[in-house]
């Protein structure tokens, strides 16, 4: 599927303020089709001015296509009779009304150029199914009326006004619409906006009401800032008092809440001939998203708690272990106490770090810098040992950080305590992700490596048989090896990428 920006780079020679203006204008234009019950296409001007290429398409969602098929990529090329060719020569809007038939369908036609710092950068074609026109009615009246000014706005290029809309929350035409004229009055208010507006518990009609007359004492009004790219935050984190019920004088978006519900509005100034004519509000009743989100942030915040806490417990329980090794005069004992003391260390490293997000994933890299820091400190027979980490585990699913904990500790521990002995040296901590999306993690050491004739199976250390157990839960697969290009052994695991998944 040929898309706009592939278009606009291959066919136009518009500069790069150009084409991010007819990207903004595309993002926002579904308000016209919708308005006018129309198909949209963009068009814009090949290098050879006799040559158009359609670079985006709307169809409406109040009324049916007068386009069954995708025109994204089509051309027009060399048709003086083109009524896209027309405008664009005469920089005014075209139109026919003789209900040609496109795909035995009645269908009224429009081009509307789009005049920018003088220069025509594009037209945008209009094309309304007359099978399919809406019995008129009050709300088809304003709908129209209201289209007539927007597109009188995309011809001026007023429209898209500034700032952007959020893709995924602004309100469209169907969530529900208020236009006011230039005197303040309220002249339409579709069914959905008056229901918005009875959930924030007022009463009265919006017809022939003041936009700006005086809002309740509990109405608060944050605003909400949208970037160029549709990525939306709330300039104001305090909501204010609102001293009208729809903040007119900003353009933009902002949100009316009280304790009976919250309404998502966006505020668009209606502009004719370079002058204002009135003011257009959709709004979209969010107050089941909002309680979503509140939910979602309070079951956040009481699962990082839950963590804070395990964490907490976890040392106490290492705390006791160490305790009790200290007490104990048995070396055998010392050494398994010293060995679950870290175990129940490297459980609470993974919790302190779920503790300090939201995310069902774990930043792995800060749970094992902390793990080998802490496996570092383990001191060989006699010597310095250094645990170092070269790559990244990357993001890794809750349900897997507490085995790759385990895992990483009892391969750490190993390599220290049995690959080097009573040697200095390193020990590298070597995780990537191959190809198929799988982590392989290699503990290498400068050790003596791995005695002749040496059989996974036949070893009866406890860690190796912990890190076989953790492995093969994760459905991974655990190997020992001499190094070929040294002294010393690897320990390698691959974790398949279906077990990192969230």
Not at 50 to 62: D, E, S
Not at 106 to 130: C, F, K, Q, S, Y
Not at 394 to 403: D, H, Q
């Amino acid at each position: 599927m040929v898309s706009m920006n592939r278009v606009l780079a291959d066919h136009t020679v518009l500069d790069e303020d150009d084409r991010e203006w007819l990207t903004s204008l595309v993002r926002e234009w579904h308000l016209l089709a919708d308005m006018r019950f129309s198909d949209l296409v963009l068009w814009v001007p090949d290098e050879d001015e006799n040559v158009f290429w359609a670079a985006a398409q709307q169809r409406p969602v109040t009324g049916p296509t007068a386009l069954e098929d995708d025109v994204v990529g089509d051309e027009i090329r060399y048709e003086p009779d083109s009524l896209v060719t027309e405008a664009f020569m005469s920089r005014e809007v075209s139109e026919t009304s003789n209900n040609r038939l496109r795909a035995g369908i009645p269908v009224d036609v429009w081009a509307i150029p789009i005049l920018r710092h003088g220069d025509v950068i594009g037209v945008v074609e209009r094309h309304t199914n007359r099978m399919g026109v809406r019995a008129p009615g009050a709300m088809e009246d304003y709908y129209l009326e209201i289209a007539d000014i927007l597109t009188d706005m995309v011809h001026h290029a007023d429209y898209p006004v500034s700032p952007a809309s959020d893709p995924s929350m602004s309100p469209r035409v169907g969530d529900g619409l208020i236009y006011a004229g230039m005197d303040g009055a309220i002249k339409y208010a579709s069914p959905n906006a008056v229901s918005a507006y009875r959930r924030l518990g007022m009463v009265g009609d919006l017809v022939g009401e003041d936009v700006h007359h005086p809002a309740p004492d509990s109405l608060r009004v944050s605003i909400f800032a949208v970037s160029p790219h549709g990525e939306g935050t709330f300039a104001d984190h305090e909501s204010e008092p609102s001293q009208s019920v729809f903040r007119t004088d900003i353009a933009g978006e902002y949100d009316l809440e009280n304790d009976a519900g919250c309404i998502r509005a966006r505020v668009l100034q209606l502009r004719k001939d370079g002058r204002q004519v009135g003011v257009l509000m959709l709004c979209r009743d969010i107050t089941e998203l909002r309680d979503r989100e509140r939910e979602l942030v309070t079951k956040n915040a009481t699962i990082r708690e839950i963590h804070h806490r395990v964490k907490n417990n976890l040392q106490t329980v290492a705390a006791l272990l160490r305790l009790q090794a200290r007490r104990t005069h048995s070396d055998e004992a010392k050494n398994a106490l010293t060995d679950a003391t870290n175990r129940v260390q490297s459980i609470a490293v993974v919790h302190e770090i779920l503790s300090q997000s939201y995310d069902e994933e774990a930043e792995f890299d800060q749970v094992a810098d902390k793990l080998l820091q802490m496996v570092g400190d383990v001191a060989a027979a006699s010597g310095t040992v250094r645990a170092k980490r070269e790559g990244s585990f990357g993001l890794v699913p809750a349900k897997v950080a507490t085995s790759l904990s385990l895992i990483l500790t009892e391969l750490c521990q190993n390599a220290i305590e049995h690959g080097l002995a009573t040697h200095s040296g390193n020990v590298f901590v070597r995780p990537q992700r191959n190809a198929a999306g799988d982590l392989v993690l290699d503990v290498v050491d400068e050790g003596e490596g791995l005695p002749e004739g040496f059989q996974m199976g036949a070893t009866n250390s406890l860690g190796t048989s912990i890190v076989t157990t953790l492995v093969a839960d994760l459905g991974g697969e655990f190997t020992l090896f001499n190094n070929a290009d040294g002294p010393g052994a690897t320990s390698r695991i691959v974790v398949p990428a279906s077990t990192l998944s969230v």
